[in-house]
Every structure is written in structure tokens, then in C-alpha cells.
Nanobody, 124 residues
Framework: QVQLVESGGGLVQSGGSLRLSCAASGPTVSTYAMGWFRQAPGKEREFVAGTSWRGGITNYADSVKGRFTLSRDNAKNTVYLQMNSLKPEDTAVYYC?????????????????WGQGTQVTVSS
């Protein structure tokens, strides 16, 4: 059974930074592709970033390119999302997700395991 637990959310001013963490537990989780998604009130869940199980492939949504950085530490079974230059439109619940394949994708339906989410609020 794979479990994902996010942490690091909070309230930050526009232009500030936050670092989200996703701690994964379960057999072979280090071989899974991992992704970050977010969902704002009244909106659909959207892809933020994803990485292959070795980190050799990392994809970002256009809206966060150059501001967010995804990394993973397989020794710790942890994935990080460093978020810089935050904007009010980044406000959402951020979810960590895992899929039992090599490559990440931008589709939420491709991910089988999900964390409970962590709230990120950016004030203007």
C-alpha cells in the first residue's frame, strides 16, 4: 500500500517562496513517476510538475516554468516542490501523486496514488 503525505503549505505574500514535501511510503515507491497537481476553488485539478522515477525526466506546466523546481530524493522516498516568485493565482490545494510507470504525465487520471493535499495561499 502506497501512502503519500504532503507538507510545507502555508500563507505567503506575493513574490515569496515555499517548499512543499511529499513523503512516500510503500514497496517500490522509488520506482514510480511522481507528480504535483493543484486545485483552486471552483476549478479543475491541474498539473503542476512531474518527474520520472530516477528524476531524469521532469516536466512543468507553462504557468510555473522558471518559478517552480521539482526534485526527488529516492533514498528518502521524498519529492520536493520548490516554489519561488509566488503569485496570488498560485493559491490552491497542492496534491502529490504517484503512478506505477516510468514517465510522468500531465493527466490526473494517470496517477493512482494521491496525498491528502496541502493548502498554499498567496496574498497580494
Amino acid at each position: 500500500q502506497v501512502q503519500l503525505v504532503e507538507s510545507g503549505g502555508g500563507l505567503v505574500q506575493s513574490g515569496g517562496s515555499l517548499r512543499l514535501s511529499c513523503a512516500a511510503s510503500g514497496p517500490t515507491v522509488s520506482t514510480y513517476a511522481m507528480g504535483w497537481f493543484r486545485q483552486a476553488p471552483g476549478k479543475e485539478r491541474e498539473f503542476v510538475a512531474g518527474t520520472s522515477w530516477r528524476g531524469g525526466i521532469t516536466n512543468y506546466a507553462d504557468s510555473v516554468k522558471g518559478r517552480f523546481t521539482l526534485s526527488r530524493d529516492n533514498a528518502k522516498n521524498t519529492v520536493y516542490l520548490q516554489m519561488n516568485s509566488l503569485k496570488p493565482e498560485d493559491t490552491a490545494v497542492y496534491y502529490c501523486a504517484a503512478r506505477t510507470f516510468f514517465n510522468p504525465t500531465g493527466h490526473a487520471s494517470d496517477y493512482f496514488y494521491w496525498g491528502q493535499g496541502t493548502q498554499v495561499t498567496v496574498s497580494s
